[in-house]
C-alpha cells in the first residue's frame, strides 16, 4: 500500500492551496483594515497552560489533547486551539501593558477527533482576539470583522451568525447546577455520552446532535432565567448594536460552546452546506482568562475560524496556465538554454521548461495549456546566437536575438 498521511492529517496542495493563499490574503487585508497585529506562537506548549482554562471535564482536554513527555519528563501538548496561547504569549512578552491589544494568527491546531468531512486531527485556524476591553463595542466589533471576512471568502453563500449569553461566572455556576439536576431526571434517556456529562459538563448536552437528546433539551432550563440583571443588560445592549449595524442574527438558547473559559457573549456562523460540520467561526468572550494564566485581570473577546471548512466552500480560482514554453531539440543545448533562461529570469519572466528535449511533446503540452509563446533552440540557433520565438495561437514564428526576446516577451 501506497504511504499514507497520519490518520486525520492531510496534505493541502493545488485548488486547496490556491484557496488557503487568497484565505490568507483577505485575513491579512482585513486585519489591517481592523488594526490587528499578527502574532506567530509555537506549536508546542506546556500542558498546565490548556487544562484549566479549557476545563478538565471538556472533551478537549479528557480525551483530545496530543499530550507527551519531553526528554525531561515535562509534559507537552501540540496546542488544540489558540485563544489560550496567544494569551500566554500576551503575557510572557509583556504586550498587555498596551490596551487594547489586538492580535490575530493563522496555523495549525491538534485534537485527536474521529475524523470526518470536516473534520481532522490537525487542521488549521484563523484566530482574531480582543485583549483588554469590556465595553460590547468589542463583542460587536470582531463579529463584524468575521462577517466581511466570510463576505470576501464566498460572496454568494449565505451564512448564518446566532448568538446566546452564558452570563457570568456566578450565572454560569448556579445555570449548570440546575441544568445537572433537570438531567438526572432523564439518566436513562439521555444517550450514552451525554449521561456521562450529566455531573462533569451539562452545558454540553445542550449542544449535543443526537436526537434522544435533542428532545430532552426541548424543555431544559433556559439560561436567560438565570442572569443576574447586568448580564441580563449587557446581552440586550450587545443585541441592540448588532441590529443598529444591520448584522441578522437568530438568537440560539442552546448555543453553549465547547470550552470552558467562556462568560456573556457566545457566537457561531454556521453554514446548511457542510452536513454535520456545519461551524465556520465560534466564539465569544473569555473575562477572566488572562488571570487564570496568571496575567493581569484583563476581559478578553475573541473567535476561531476553521480554515479546512472555509476552503471546503470557496469556488475554484482560474489559475493562469498560460506559459512561455522554452524547448530545447537536443540535450547538448542545455548551456545555451540556461543562458536564455537566466537573462528571462532577471527579468522577471517565467519560463516553463520540462527537460524533455523532445519538440512534438512540449508543442503539445503547451497547446493543452493554451499557452502563447514557445521558444525553440536547435543546432542553428546555437551556431547564430538566435532564437526562434512561436506565436502559438497565430501559427507563425520569427528569429529573434537574446535582447530583442527579452523586449518581446516583457
Ligand atoms: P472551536 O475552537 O472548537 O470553537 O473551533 C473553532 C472552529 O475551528 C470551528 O468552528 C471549526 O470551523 C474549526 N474546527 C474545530 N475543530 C476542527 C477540526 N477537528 N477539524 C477542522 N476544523 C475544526
Request: charged share 30%.
Given at each position: 500500500?501506497?504511504?499514507?498521511?497520519?490518520r486525520?492529517?492531510?496534505?493541502?496542495?493545488?485548488?486547496?492551496?490556491l484557496?488557503?493563499?487568497?484565505?490568507e490574503?483577505?485575513?491579512?487585508?482585513?486585519?489591517?483594515?481592523?488594526?490587528?497585529?499578527?502574532?506567530?506562537?509555537?506549536?508546542?506548549?506546556?500542558?498546565?497552560?490548556?487544562?484549566?482554562?479549557?476545563?478538565?471535564?471538556?472533551?478537549?482536554?479528557?480525551?483530545?489533547?496530543?499530550?507527551?513527555?519531553?526528554?525531561?519528563?515535562?509534559?507537552?501538548?501540540?496546542?488544540?486551539?489558540?485563544?489560550?496561547?496567544?494569551i500566554?504569549?500576551?503575557?510572557?512578552?509583556?504586550?498587555?501593558?498596551?490596551?487594547?491589544?489586538?492580535?490575530f494568527?493563522i496555523?495549525?491546531?491538534?485534537?485527536?477527533?474521529?475524523?470526518?468531512?470536516?473534520?481532522?486531527?490537525?487542521?488549521?485556524?484563523?484566530?482574531?482576539?480582543?485583549?483588554?476591553?469590556?465595553?460590547?463595542?468589542?463583542?460587536?466589533?470582531?463579529?463584524?470583522?468575521?462577517?466581511?471576512?466570510?463576505?470576501?471568502?464566498?460572496?454568494?453563500?449565505?451564512?448564518?451568525?446566532?448568538?446566546?449569553?452564558?452570563?457570568?461566572?456566578?450565572?454560569?455556576?448556579?445555570?449548570?447546577?440546575?441544568?445537572?439536576?433537570?438531567?438526572?431526571?432523564?439518566?436513562?434517556?439521555?444517550?450514552?455520552?451525554?449521561?456521562?456529562?450529566?455531573?462533569?459538563?451539562?452545558?454540553?448536552?445542550?449542544?449535543?446532535?443526537?436526537?434522544?437528546?435533542?428532545?430532552?433539551?426541548?424543555?431544559?432550563?433556559?439560561?436567560?432565567?438565570?442572569?443576574?440583571?447586568?448580564?441580563?443588560?449587557?446581552?440586550?445592549?450587545?443585541?441592540?448594536?448588532?441590529?443598529?449595524?444591520?448584522?441578522?442574527?437568530?438568537?440560539?438558547?442552546?448555543?453553549?460552546?465547547?470550552?470552558?473559559?467562556?462568560?456573556?457573549?457566545?457566537?457561531?456562523?454556521?453554514?446548511?452546506?457542510?452536513?454535520?460540520?456545519?461551524?465556520?467561526?465560534g466564539?465569544?468572550?473569555?473575562?477572566?482568562?488572562?488571570?487564570i494564566?496568571?496575567?493581569?485581570?484583563?476581559?478578553?473577546?475573541?473567535?476561531?475560524?476553521?480554515?479546512?471548512?472555509?476552503?471546503?466552500?470557496?469556488?475554484?480560482?482560474?489559475?493562469?496556465?498560460?506559459?512561455?514554453?522554452?524547448?530545447?531539440?537536443?540535450?547538448?543545448?542545455?548551456?545555451?538554454?540556461?543562458?536564455?533562461?537566466?537573462?528571462?529570469?532577471?527579468?522577471?519572466?517565467?519560463?516553463?521548461?520540462?527537460?524533455?528535449?523532445?519538440?512534438?511533446?512540449?508543442?503539445?503540452?503547451?497547446?493543452?495549456?493554451?499557452?502563447?509563446?514557445?521558444?525553440?533552440?536547435?543546432?542553428?540557433?546555437?551556431?547564430?546566437?538566435?532564437?526562434?520565438?512561436?506565436?502559438?495561437?497565430?501559427?507563425?514564428?520569427?528569429?529573434?536575438?537574446?535582447?530583442?526576446?527579452?523586449?518581446?516577451?516583457?
Amino acid at each position: 500500500m501506497k504511504v499514507q498521511p497520519v490518520r486525520g492529517t492531510h496534505d493541502i496542495y493545488g485548488q486547496d492551496l490556491l484557496k488557503y493563499k487568497r484565505l490568507e490574503a483577505i485575513v491579512n487585508k482585513y486585519a489591517n483594515i481592523y488594526d490587528f497585529s499578527e502574532i506567530i506562537t509555537p506549536i508546542i506548549e506546556s500542558t498546565d497552560l490548556f487544562k484549566k482554562p479549557l476545563g478538565e471535564q471538556s472533551d478537549v482536554v479528557l480525551k483530545e489533547m496530543y499530550t507527551f513527555n519531553d526528554r525531561n519528563n515535562s509534559l507537552l501538548t501540540l496546542r488544540p486551539e489558540y485563544t489560550t496561547p496567544m494569551i500566554r504569549a500576551a503575557i510572557s512578552n509583556n504586550l498587555l501593558e498596551k490596551i487594547p491589544q489586538k492580535l490575530f494568527g493563522i496555523g495549525p491546531m491538534f485534537r485527536r477527533e474521529r475524523p470526518q468531512k470536516g473534520r481532522y486531527r490537525q487542521f488549521n485556524q484563523i484566530n482574531f482576539e480582543i485583549l483588554g476591553i469590556n465595553d460590547i463595542a468589542a463583542d460587536v466589533d470582531i463579529i463584524l470583522l468575521a462577517d466581511d471576512l466570510l463576505k470576501n471568502f464566498f460572496p454568494d453563500k449565505k451564512i448564518d451568525l446566532q448568538i446566546n449569553s452564558l452570563g457570568d461566572q456566578n450565572t454560569l455556576k448556579i445555570f449548570k447546577e440546575n441544568l445537572s439536576l433537570y438531567f438526572q431526571k432523564y439518566t436513562n434517556d439521555l444517550s450514552e455520552e451525554s449521561q456521562n456529562k450529566i455531573h462533569t459538563n451539562p452545558l454540553r448536552i445542550l449542544d449535543s446532535k443526537n436526537i434522544k437528546d435533542i428532545k430532552i433539551n426541548k424543555s431544559a432550563p433556559k439560561i436567560f432565567d438565570y442572569f443576574s440583571e447586568e448580564a441580563s443588560d449587557r446581552f440586550d445592549n450587545f443585541k441592540k448594536l448588532l441590529s443598529d449595524t444591520n448584522i441578522s442574527y437568530e438568537i440560539n438558547p442552546r448555543l453553549v460552546r465547547g470550552l470552558d473559559y467562556y462568560c456573556h457573549t457566545v457566537f457561531e456562523f454556521k453554514t446548511n452546506d457542510l452536513g454535520s460540520q456545519d461551524t465556520l467561526i465560534g466564539g465569544g468572550r473569555y473575562d477572566g482568562l488572562a488571570k487564570i494564566l496568571g496575567g493581569p485581570d484583563i476581559p478578553g473577546v475573541g473567535w476561531a475560524g476553521g480554515v479546512e471548512r472555509i476552503i471546503m466552500l470557496m469556488k475554484d480560482i482560474n489559475k493562469n496556465e498560460n506559459k512561455i514554453h522554452l524547448i530545447l531539440l537536443h540535450p547538448s543545448f542545455k548551456s545555451y538554454g540556461f543562458q536564455l533562461l537566466n537573462q528571462l529570469r532577471k527579468n522577471n519572466i517565467a519560463v516553463y521548461f520540462d527537460y524533455k528535449y523532445d519538440l512534438k511533446k512540449s508543442l503539445s503540452k503547451a497547446n493543452k495549456l493554451n499557452s502563447e509563446f514557445a521558444i525553440i533552440i536547435g543546432e542553428e540557433e546555437v551556431e547564430k546566437n538566435q532564437y526562434t520565438i512561436k506565436y502559438l495561437h497565430k501559427n507563425i514564428q520569427e528569429v529573434l536575438s537574446l535582447e530583442q526576446i527579452i523586449k518581446k516577451l516583457k
